[in-house]
């Protein structure tokens, strides 16, 4: 095995008597560690070949008991090793390189620490919870949240009753400009809601102890999964088969959508961060990065163009606004605060990416829909999202789309010709409505 692509795993080397070392082709010795004070052995071997294996079970996966590991077969290698021996000095630069990397770790650990020690950060109430309560569903203290949970739950929704059958056709049928917008905007949803995903599971659900406001994140978990897979039958309904590789690999080959992708991780995977700034992150990517991208739908859907696609995503932008409400309430729970200054220079990073990404899937002008609208309507939901999360607004832009206004009236369609999704939850119909009516002017966060 070759120690400088796995440092640490000893476990594929035959074990030996010794709790160390295994065959070598030393002679027998047994002597003390000058660098650890622990005893070390070896025995003789005709076959020359260096065989180290770790015996102790207890110790593997601890940096200090791997690192007394190392410098205990450094010194066995440099004291009995011959000069001339060419595999015992690979093994020793392999040795040396492996203890160099457990121990810069272990400078950065302590760096952490200490930065973590000196942090002005107060511990979130909501990651220690109440011990005799954690499981408790207190509704008297955080019924916000089950009201959010159940807003949810009401709007549920099954992709497998989503006829996509007919787009196809309609996507063949668009300009070449259109058909190019949409792909850019299957590109970057093709990896999106795996990226929540990604969120939720790391951060959120690992470190928040409150029941009440758990019960909405996992509710969240679901949506955002079944998002995924709905937008995986999108794609395959209208993308040709020769292009379907190339747009679900899209975070590997489509710079702009990697970007958003990248900020949309990077606050929740900074693990030794405190919880507030990755909820903060998560309101403002699922509010503001999705925001242009969900024009294109509602723009679609006055055109009376790819029914099934319209019609999944009407039901994943009432999810989303729910999954933005529900971060700010969060956020509003926490004790640590980000200020004004420090929130618009987050929101600004989140714009920027989305201007970048307008640019590179709206080249040209759509009827009724160009780049430069589209900003304004990005800043528009920016505003929103900072007024939900209790700061003032940045940008004070309009909605430059008044036909958005109307998406409810597009959305309600004859009783008869809506699958049983649409009415199976008392009430659903009205929430659905009231977001979409919402929609243009200030979105229903």
């Known amino acids: 095995m070759d120690i400088l692509s796995d440092p640490l795993d000893f476990s594929c080397y035959p074990k030996a008597r010794d709790p160390l070392f295994g065959a070598s082709s030393f002679g027998s010795t047994s002597e003390t560690d000058s660098e650890t004070g622990n005893s070390a052995s070896s025995a003789s071997s005709a076959e020359g070949r260096y065989e180290v294996v770790v015996t102790d079970e207890s110790s593997e996966g601890s940096d200090e008991n791997h ?27 392999q040795v040396e390189s492996a203890l160099g990397r457990v121990l810069a770790k272990k400078i950065e650990r302590e760096r952490k620490d200490e930065a973590k020690a000196s942090a002005p950060w107060l511990v979130e109430p909501i990651t220690q919870g109440d011990k005799t309560r954690r499981f408790v569903m207190d509704t008297s203290q955080y019924s916000q949240f089950i009201e959010n949970f159940c807003d949810q739950t009401n709007q549920f929704w099954k992709f497998r009753e989503i006829d996509f059958g007919n787009d ?63 937008y995986d039958l999108m794609i395959r309904a209208i993308i040709p088969y020769d292009e379907i590789e190339t747009v679900t690999r899209s975070y ?4 702009v959508v990697k970007a958003k992708i990248d900020w949309i991780t990077r606050r929740a995977e900074q693990l030794d961060s405190p919880l507030h700034l990755p909820v903060v992150g998560q309101c403002i990517a699922e509010g503001v990065l999705f925001a242009s991208s969900f024009v294109s739908f509602l723009w679609l859907r006055q055109k009376e163009l790819c029914p099934g696609i ?66 304004e309507y990005v800043r ?57 009516q919402d929609l243009g002017a200030e979105l229903d966060f």
């Open 67 to 93: 690192e007394v590991l190392l410098r205990r077969m450094r010194q066995h290698l440099r004291r009995n090793a011959a000069p001339e021996d060419a595999e015992a000095g690979s093994l020793l630069s």
């Open 168 to 230: 196809r056709r309609h996507f063949e049928t668009l300009d070449p400009d259109v058909q190019h917008y949409l792909k850019g905007i299957m590109c970057f949803f093709a990896c999106a809601d795996s990226a929540v995903i990604s969120n939720i599971s790391l951060r959120f659900l690992r470190e928040i102890k409150v029941t009440p406001i758990i019960l909405p994140i996992t509710s969240q978990l679901y949506f955002e999964s079944q998002h995924h897979k709905t």
């Open 252 to 255: 590997l080959n489509m710079p």
């Open 310 to 375: 319209c019609e999944a995503n009407e039901f994943i932008l009432k999810d989303e606004c729910q999954h933005v409400k529900l971060f700010s309430l969060i956020y509003k729970e926490c004790v640590n605060k980000v200020t004004q200054a420090e929130i618009e220079e987050i929101v600004a990073e989140a714009v920027q990416l989305e201007d970048n990404f307008v640019d590179a899937c709206l080249p040209r002008a759509l009827t009724g829909v160009n780049a430069t609208m589209m900003k």
């Open 380 to 436: 528009n939901v920016a505003d929103v999202v900072l007024t939900n999360l209790g700061f003032d607004k940045m940008y004070h832009a309009r909605n430059p789309f008044p036909w958005m206004k109307t998406a409810a009236l597009i959305a309600l369609d004859n009783f008869f010709e809506k699958k049983v999704t649409d009415y199976q939850q008392p009430g659903q119909e009205t929430l659905r409505t009231q977001v979409f």
